[in-house]
Nanobody, 129 residues
């Protein structure tokens, strides 16, 4: 089983909403930066959003800013991605990931998949037009 487990994906129409969840069945990711990434067929994995260890700071990709909201709780370890006003171009497999110890939330590195250690198996989001 992958260290992180995502759920909540599905098939929706443009303009609708989905809320993705990510949990850690065997450990806690309290005190770690958490991120959401997505990968569409034939494309590289891209950054979507990240949240600081205390939930006080958040980053979003320009393509989702104003439509997606990241949040977290640490007991039990859960991070969510609320996705509103979905568009067909949001169609992808969505992954959550835990940042490395040394990751600086206020650096550009927070948007790089290589800076994250543990990943989930992904959840498919399909938005029809």
């Amino acid at each position: 089983q992958a260290p992180l487990v995502e759920s909540g994906g599905g098939l929706v129409q443009a303009g609708e909403s989905l809320k993705l969840s990510c949990t850690a069945p065997r450990f806690t990711f309290a005190m770690y930066i958490m991120g959401w990434f997505r990968q569409a067929p034939g494309k590289e994995r891209e950054f979507v959003s990240a949240i600081s260890w205390d939930g006080g700071s958040k980053h979003y990709a320009d393509s989702v800013k104003g439509r997606f909201t990241i949040s977290r709780v640490d007991t039990p370890s859960t991070v969510w991605l609320q996705m509103d006003s979905l568009k067909p171009e949001d169609t992808a497999v969505y992954y959550c990931a835990m940042g490395q110890d040394r990751l600086n939330f206020f650096s550009d590195d927070v948007r790089l998949p290589s800076e994250y250690t543990y990943w989930g198996q992904g959840t498919q989001v399909t938005v029809s037009s």
